[in-house]
């Protein structure tokens, strides 16, 4: 069955770094979204994406981050400058249509020293 | 913005018994949708609701999509040590607005 995978499944950095962290989502979905759960707390939307532009963001979703799909397969956050309250689990997520089924990987796991 | 409450927070069952959890919302949701998530891993899909007053089964799993569109509730029969997780519930409000608006989530515990 196919599934949506992220790597890597854990990040460690240092404050201030850049990270971006990869996702492949289903092939022939359309929408895709990223989705983060610090630890113990509920999933929170950060974005979608769709026909190669952000559909939807969420307040948490500033400046320093950004989201890009760089080839057919790879849809990708990166956190430019990274926060100690960055830390937590980041789920991508993909659907069909805009109001499908959002199929979760498996998250990557990011911590911020 | 938006939110779901799901209660209880926590249930303690034996194994075999039934369980029964629910999502309120104060604003209307157009789609729910169940997820289990096991720790240190994504949320799985269990069942999707699209029509209010639907009610859907996946094996020992039951789920109904309120009336109002403001809630939901899964009921899971003859619980079996697989069941422990935590259980979200997540909505879709608005065709065109296709993020997901998670619960607070329930955490199912089974004592052996």
């Known amino acids: 069955e196919p599934e949506v995978t992220q790597t890597p499944s854990h990040q460690v950095t240092q404050m201030g770094q850049e990270v971006i962290l990869r996702c492949v989502p289903i092939?022939?979905?359309?929408?895709f979204y990223w989705y983060r759960q610090i630890l113990g707390q509920k999933v929170e939307f950060l974005v979608s994406?769709?026909?190669?532009?952000?559909?939807?963001k969420s307040e948490i979703f500033d400046d320093q981050f950004s989201v890009e799909r760089p080839d057919g397969s790879n849809f990708t956050l990166k956190i430019r400058s990274t926060k100690l309250e960055d830390s937590a689990m980041y789920f991508c997520?993909?659907?069909?249509?805009?109001?499908?089924?959002?199929?979760f990987g498996p998250g990557t796991r990011l911590t911020v020293l | 913005g938006q939110q779901l409450n799901q209660s209880p927070q926590s249930m303690f069952i034996q194994e075999g018994e039934d369980v029964s959890m629910n999502c309120t919302s104060s604003s209307i949701f157009n789609t729910w949708l169940w997820y289990k998530q096991d720790p240190g891993e994504g949320p799985v899909l269990l069942i999707a609701?699209?029509?209010?007053?639907e009610l859907t089964s996946n094996g020992r799993l039951t789920a109904q999509f309120g009336i109002t569109r403001k809630d939901s509730f899964l009921n899971i029969s003859a619980s079996i040590p697989s069941d422990v997780g935590i259980y979200f519930c997540a909505g879709i409000s608005n065709f065109g607005n296709e993020k997901l608006t998670f619960g607070t989530g329930t955490r199912l515990t089974i004592i052996p």
């Open positions: 997520a993909s659907s069909q249509g805009g109001t499908d089924t959002q199929y």
């Open positions: 609701l699209y029509k209010a007053g």
């Open positions: 994406f769709y026909n190669n532009e952000i559909s939807e």
């Open positions: 092939s022939n979905h359309l929408y």
